[in-house]
């Protein structure tokens, strides 16, 4: 299994960024996915998360409205699209393979078996 981050980078407040995830080793479509973060100094933080179909979605508070997650079982990758950027929300941003049995803890970051390397987002001016 391996999950590889790509898309990060600097951005002033107010921008955007798309971050992918691409997936292999596995079959990428029978798992559900969630992006978490990670700030300096801080625990790692659920984002969002999305079903194996795509067609359910979560997202924490402090994102809501701003971010999109979205998927492409044919390209195996995962996406993240954040438009409207924080300072707060910089952060190494990981996606995460939700383990067989989640189901729907899916705020529970030990339900999460395969984690990529993560990728770094900074927002600032």
């Known amino acids: 299994v391996q999950l590889v981050e790509s898309g990060g980078g600097m951005v002033q407040p107010g921008g955007s960024l798309r971050l992918s995830c691409a997936a292999s080793?596995?079959?990428?479509?029978?798992?559900?996915m969630s992006w978490v973060r990670q700030a300096p100094g801080k625990g790692p933080e659920w984002v969002s998360h999305i079903n194996t179909g795509g067609g359910t979605t979560d997202y924490a508070d402090s994102v809501k409205g701003r971010f999109a997650i979205s998927r492409d079982n044919a390209k195996n990758t995962l996406y993240l699209q954040m438009n409207s950027l924080k300072p707060e929300d910089t952060a190494l941003y990981y996606c995460?393979?939700?383990?067989?049995?989640?189901?729907?803890?899916?705020?529970?970051?030990?339900?999460?078996?395969?984690w990529g390397q993560g990728t770094q987002v900074t927002v600032s001016s």
């Open positions: 995460a393979r939700g383990s067989i049995t989640m189901d729907s803890d899916y705020h529970n970051l030990r339900e999460y078996d395969y």
């Open positions: 080793g596995f079959t990428f479509s029978s798992y559900d």
